[in-house]
Structures are given as C-alpha cells and as structure tokens.
C-alpha cells in the first residue's frame, strides 16, 4: 500500500513539474493588441483631423464676423475656392446678419467622421435666433463644404399664439 501512494504521489509531483516546465508558448493565444492598436491609432488620427476642421470652423466664422471674408476662404480646398469666393461668401454672409442680427456667441462644437470627412456643426447665436454652420474638411484638412442653416426649435419652446 505504500508503495501505491508513493507512486502516486510521485505522478503528481511530475505531473505539476511538467506543467511548471510548460513554455508559455504552447497555450498562448494570439493577443488583440494589433487590432486595437490599429484601432486606436485611427482613432487618434480621427481626433486630430477633427480638432483640425473644429479649429478651421472657428476662423472661417471669426473672419466673417470680423468682416474678412478673403482670410475666411483661405482654408478652403480648390473646389470650394472655385464655387465660393470671398465676395460671395461676404454677401451671403452680411445676408445672414441682415435677416438674425449680429452673432452673439458660438455654442459647444458637434463634430463626426462621415465618408472620409470631418464634419463639424457649430451652433450660433445671433439676436434674432440659432444658425447652425456646418463646415467639412477633407484628409488634408482643408474645408470641403460650408453649410449655414437655421437651428431646429427644440420642442416644447415654439413661440405660441396669444389670445
């Protein structure tokens, strides 16, 4: 009987030695850093193209509202400077004042990623009401697109009629 539990005593010393002496190799499983690094790496470049086109929509509105219309089109790409110069950019702009009033003040910045694009929404208020500008700029930072539309009513704050 003894010898029986030696023996078995001795298989189970073996058998965690042998586990022990195991190369970690021979259960590893591959880890998922490429694929998050990778992931982590475009959105970084993500972040820094919108920090960039965020950055763009600020001058391209600060210009204009200084009354600069040339310094506002000097980040736009060479469809943009084709389709939009700086004399008309000035007009529609001084149209946008005439119809809301003078800016008073830039909201908090949307911004997303869409088809290659950063896309940036920056809400603004004038006297007379919110106009949302919508700037996209392209890989290489350059703006692509420049929208100005009327800021949605939230609802439940429509004015009502009195009686």
Not at 148 to 161: C, E, I
Request: net charge negative.
């Amino acid at each position: 009987m003894p010898r029986v539990l030696l023996a078995a005593t001795l298989l189970i010393l073996a058998g965690s030695t042998f586990a022990a002496a195991q190369h970690p190799a021979a259960s590893a499983r591959p880890h998922p850093a490429p694929k998050a690094h990778a992931n982590a790496v475009a959105g970084q470049a993500d972040a820094a193209r919108i920090e960039a086109c965020t950055n763009a929509a600020n001058a391209l509105v600060d210009n204009l509202e200084k009354g600069d219309a040339k310094a506002a089109t000097a980040d736009f790409d060479a469809n943009m400077q084709a389709n939009l110069d700086a004399d008309r950019l000035g007009a529609v702009w001084k149209q946008v004042g005439e119809q809301a009033g003078k800016l008073q003040g830039h909201g908090t910045p949307q911004n997303m990623m869409y088809e290659g694009y950063a896309v940036i929404t920056l809400p603004l208020q004038f006297e007379k009401g919110g106009v949302n500008a919508q700037v996209a700029c392209d890989a290489d930072g350059k703006v692509a697109g420049f929208f100005l539309r009327p800021a949605a009513v939230p609802s439940g704050s429509a004015p009502t009629s009195g009686g």
